[in-house]
């Protein structure tokens, strides 16, 4: 059995929650599990949400061969699919919206085996589409990206008179996970409850925890499916348990060992500039400084290191971080000020950092 039953029976709670382990299934997009009680759910015209967390119609292409992933020639991101509301496809950088022509070979090997990866929502919705002749709404930024919007859209699905073949199947980023006024779902489905995983950043565990935590408690739906390929993550297996203190308690001492914050401050330089070499000419020349001072004020325990972020190219420029950790950071950035004048030499400060990509 590819699945676990986290069972919550409560006068006040009442939810089956199914933590599917996507790494013993044949199809990493959907298990079994999930292809069974959507089927039966679509036919007995039951309400479903599927929650995921990326837009538009695929990732980008793969090559088959040498298994090159096409980039944006401004940002250092893959080209994603977007298909326009004329069923036209278009290849689009998601950051700064260049638009490039589909190609026929690989870039790199000139193979014509390449094909799109990963499943988004327009993806999703077209194979639903194909194989149950439904209709999903899908609810993302590009067609709620404002409050009225947002207000509008969940009107217009809480209406009876609303067609059942277009809300029975809602495709939802988690972008907008507040429940639907007068609106009960029956079955809803993670497709991926790994995604915040994937960001090498010290607060990814809290986020992914929260991005299921709360859509288990705050609707009142019975029946949840959460598809992992991390079944044992403490994010995603202490939020099956809906056990929020038991979380922080592994999520504390996570950062504790690890200096993270709240038990160390954070501080991040970014530096950008559209010439590589003179971004790491400007960096390496600060990062010396920084150990210059560190050690003329004799303070030990400060960490120093230097790192590109997670998208090391946007619009156009590299960008490279310098991260000081520290439980008096704010001491230290004012020596820092003092001595090197980081403003003047179009250097970007985060004093108190959340996140380090």
């Avoid at 020639?73 to 950051?95: D, F, G, L, R, T």
């Avoid at 709240?262 to 990062?287: G, H, S, T």
Wanted: charged share 25%; net charge positive.
């Amino acid at each position: 059995m590819n699945y676990e039953l986290f069972k919550h029976d409560k006068d006040w709670l009442k939810k089956n929650i199914f933590l599917v382990n996507m790494t013993k299934e044949l199809d990493h997009n959907f298990s079994q599990l999930m292809l069974k009680w959507l089927s039966k759910y679509i036919k007995e015209k039951k309400k479903i949400w599927i929650i995921m967390n990326k837009k538009w119609y695929s990732n980008g292409i793969i090559c088959k061969d040498c298994g090159y992933i096409p980039q944006c020639k401004k940002c250092s991101v893959s080209i994603n699919y977007y298909k326009m509301p004329s069923w036209e496809m278009a290849w689009i950088c998601h950051i700064c919206k260049s638009q490039y022509n589909f190609p026929s070979k690989c870039w790199k090997c000139w193979s014509s085996k390449i094909k799109d990866f990963w499943i988004w929502t327009q993806k999703l919705a077209e194979i639903i589409k194909n194989e149950y002749w439904i209709t999903s709404t899908i609810i993302e930024s590009e067609t709620a990206n404002s409050p009225n919007k947002i207000k509008k859209i969940l009107a217009q699905i809480s209406n009876s008179k609303f067609p059942i073949n277009q809300s029975q199947v809602i495709i939802w980023t988690s972008l907008l996970c507040q429940p639907i006024k007068n609106y009960t779902f029956d079955l809803i489905i993670f497709l991926n409850a790994d995604l915040w995983l994937s960001t090498p950043d010290y607060n990814s565990a809290e986020k992914n925890f929260y991005f299921i935590y709360e859509a288990l408690t705050k609707h009142n739906c019975q029946n949840f499916i959460i598809q992992t390929f991390n079944p044992d993550h403490h994010s995603i297996r202490q939020a099956c348990k809906l056990d929020k203190d038991w979380f922080y308690e592994i999520e504390n001492q996570f950062r504790k060992d690890n200096d993270y914050p709240p038990f160390k401050e954070i501080c991040i330089i970014l530096y950008k500039n559209e010439i590589e070499e003179r971004l790491f000419n400007k960096v390496d020349k600060l990062y010396k400084e920084l150990l210059y001072l560190k050690e003329k004020y004799e303070i030990k325990d400060i960490e120093i290191y230097s790192t590109p972020p997670l998208i090391y190219k946007i619009f156009g420029k590299y960008r490279y971080n310098i991260i000081i950790k520290w439980s008096e950071v704010k001491n230290f950035m004012d020596i820092v000020y003092t001595k090197l004048k980081l403003n003047q030499n179009w250097f970007k400060i985060n004093r108190q950092a959340k996140s380090i990509v």
